[in-house]
């Protein structure tokens, strides 16, 4: 059974620092990976996708990378803004099963003025 | 551009008392569909995916069940509502095909269920 982690569990920091967070996940055969945003009593935003076959993606100051083989992914946020404030949240998809989504419990950011 | 649709956003109800949600997606065609529940200290379950009209899979033994009467509506209901699902549910739909995305989910803005 796919189990996802996400450390730390909470991060603060101040703003303009460059931050990194932390999924692993405990079997290698996935589909794709998917980082997400949520923001309080919110529905949850895609920020970024990664294929199984892929190393990395971008989008603006964010960037995901997996390596799959280790079961690890990391979301680098550079330039943190207090609206980056929000909980962050790493899916992985059954290779076996396009349809069977796992969620890691997810890292809750604040960006300090 | 793709919307999707989530009703109602706040619901309270007593326990016993019937459960129909509803959701609904807008500018795409034969997506797959999906409802989770995100509950206190507990992070997003998976709890039905449909492929298509009146297929569904459930991932979790519950007291939920879930419909799909139309291409692009899903609905999650239950006879009678327990305690135990209180919680924040979300639907999502992805499209089936590599070019369209490669099952990348996309989110709706939920409904907050509190069983009294």
């Known amino acids: 059974k796919q189990e996802v982690t996400q450390i730390p569990a909470a991060l603060s920091v101040p703003e303009g620092e460059n931050l990194v967070l932390n999924c692993s996940f405990t079997d290698s055969a996935i589909y794709n990976l998917q980082w997400f945003r949520q923001d309080p009593g919110k529905g949850l935003t895609s920020l970024l996708l990664i294929q199984s076959s892929q190393r990395e993606q971008t989008s603006g100051r964010l960037n995901a990378s997996l390596d799959k083989s280790s079961g690890r992914s990391t979301l680098y946020i550079a330039a943190s803004q207090p609206g980056d404030s929000a909980t962050y949240l790493c899916a992985v998809t059954n290779v076996y099963n396009n349809n069977d989504m796992r969620f890691g419990a997810g890292t809750r950011l604040t960006v300090k003025p | 551009s793709q919307t999707i649709h989530q009703w109602p956003a706040t619901l309270v109800q007593p326990v016993g008392s019937p459960l129909s949600l509803e959701c609904t997606v807008e500018g795409t065609s034969n997506p797959n569909l999906y409802w989770y529940r995100q509950a206190a200290g507990r992070g997003l379950q998976l709890l039905f995916y449909s492929v298509g009209i009146g297929q569904i899979s459930s991932e979790v033994p519950q007291n939920l069940s879930a419909s799909r009467p139309q291409d692009r509506q899903f609905i999650l209901s239950s006879k009678k509502l327990l305690l135990s699902d209180s919680g924040f549910y979300l639907c999502?739909?992805?499209?089936?095909?590599?070019?369209?995305?490669?099952?990348?989910?996309?989110f709706g803005p939920g409904t907050r269920l509190t069983v009294t």
């Open positions: 999502a739909w992805s499209s089936t095909t590599l070019a369209g995305g490669a099952y990348e989910q996309y």
